[in-house]
């Protein structure tokens, strides 16, 4: 079916808006591929279904708006952690700033290198978990960041990683449009845990394509945050096999839009991905978690948590699906979402989905929005604490049953911390 002159035409100016990366054979081969499937799609409008709320128009317009830069005392997040540092400065790799790309059991190589190569194990992989989350539903940002993504890290892990590889994103100009796209195989029984962090650019495009092989571990931790005026859209797409464990845990504050979303196919027996995320939000703040769990193997289990604190006007979504095909017994399936809305100004939309077709499954989703209770505030304060301060404590215990899907404790606590700060630099 032809798309509609507006949206072709809105797409065509986007492309028309940027330049095309160089590369090898395979690299050409599946950008053009990519680039193919933004056409036949078109990029997101306001009424299609997946983005009714969320308006795409600054993620799609052809000039990326600018983004006020934003200095803050706070240490940056994973300070305190021994990782392995690379950096990149509104969507470029800072050879200067990042650690030497060398870690045993690990290798690491830009995707601006790779990509230049005849042969690399990564052809196989890059575009291809972006390609199979297209269906049933979609995702033409994440095509567009497959077709014209100039740099990025591509992992291969053999083994155990003695630390984690910490990507740090600096956003460096008012005006910087980055798309970054990064590439993670894990090999039978290896284990990564990677941290995200930092603002990356006025507008950020990125995505991350993770193949975790039998018995692999996964953990994935990061932060969104800083620069108030950025925009982003965020996209992961997993493919998980037998016994395997994926785990990814995001914490956002500010922000005027962001839209993270995550993909995830279970298909391995045994196999577990679970998704969190825990999101502050004041202002003109709209924050925006899409989540596709497809179950395609026997007794795996998928769990899906989001809380949300909004005041002041801003604005959460949560989109969330478990499909279980045909086969997939034992499926064990959970989804909650959640917001506490800290005024009558604030919104949250919801809309969690179910689709199954096995008989032997445990499946659950609930979705609920509210203020602070008022019984559990009046006792804090009955014995002592101020308002604002008990205010604080029962919104980190509401944040709480997302931020414990986080497994390293110092990390656990870490998150715990920035949250925190946030929410005493905003006492009333």
């Known amino acids: ?228 005026e950025r925009r982003a859209v965020t996209h992961v797409f997993a493919r998980l096999g037998r016994e395997s464990v994926f785990k990814s845990f995001t914490m956002t504050a500010n922000g005027i839009l962001t839209r993270n979303e995550c993909v995830i196919e279970l298909t391995g027996d045994d196999a577990v991905a679970h998704v969190a995320g825990a999101c502050v939000g004041d202002g003109d703040f709209h924050h925006d978690d899409t989540v596709f769990i497809t179950h395609d193997a026997v007794n795996c289990e998928s769990r899906q948590v989001f809380k949300k604190v909004l005041r002041n006007g801003a604005v959460g979504v949560f989109q969330g699906k478990i499909l279980v095909k045909e086969g997939a017994q034992k499926t064990d399936g959970y989804q909650i979402s959640q917001s506490l809305l800290l005024d009558g100004d604030s919104e949250f939309l919801a809309k969690p989905e179910l689709e199954i077709y096995a008989d032997d499954v445990a499946c659950s989703h609930g979705s609920t929005s509210g203020a602070i209770d008022e019984e559990a505030l009046f006792y804090l304060r009955a014995r002592g604490v101020p308002k604002p301060i008990a205010t604080d404590l029962l919104t980190l215990a509401f944040l709480a049953e997302a931020v414990e899907e986080i497994e390293d404790e110092a990390l656990r606590s870490d998150m715990v911390e920035k949250l925190s700060g946030w929410l005493e630099r905003r006492r009333g």
């Not at 400065?89 to 190569?117: N, P, Q, W």
């Open 1 to 228: 079916m032809a798309l509609p002159q507006a949206k072709l035409d809105a797409t065509e100016a986007r492309l028309a808006s940027m330049q095309r990366p160089e590369g090898g054979a395979w690299a050409t081969a599946a950008r053009d591929a990519a680039l193919e499937r933004v056409r036949a799609m078109g990029l997101p409008h306001a009424r299609d279904e997946y983005w009714k709320f969320t308006k795409p128009d600054t993620l799609v317009s052809a000039d990326a708006p600018q983004a006020a830069l934003f200095e803050d005392d706070d240490a940056p997040a994973f300070d305190a952690t021994d990782r392995l540092k690379i950096v990149f400065v509104d969507g470029v790799f800072d050879a200067e700033a990042s650690d030497d790309l060398s870690l045993e059991g690990v290798t690491i190589e830009r995707l601006a290198d790779v990509a230049k190569a005849d042969i690399h194990w990564a052809r196989d992989l890059y575009g291809a978990l972006e390609t199979n989350g297209q269906t049933p539903v979609a995702r033409p940002l994440a095509a567009l960041n497959t077709a014209m993504a100039t740099d990025g890290v591509v992992i291969h892990v053999t083994g155990k990683a003695a630390k984690p590889v910490n990507l740090i994103y600096h956003h460096k100009s008012e005006s910087s449009d980055a798309i970054l796209h990064h590439v993670i195989k894990l090999d039978e029984g290896a284990e990564l845990t990677v941290l995200e962090n930092g603002p990356a650019a006025a507008r950020f495009n990125k995505a991350m394509e993770v193949d975790v092989a039998d018995t692999a571990r996964f953990n994935h931790v990061r932060t969104q945050g800083r620069d108030h």
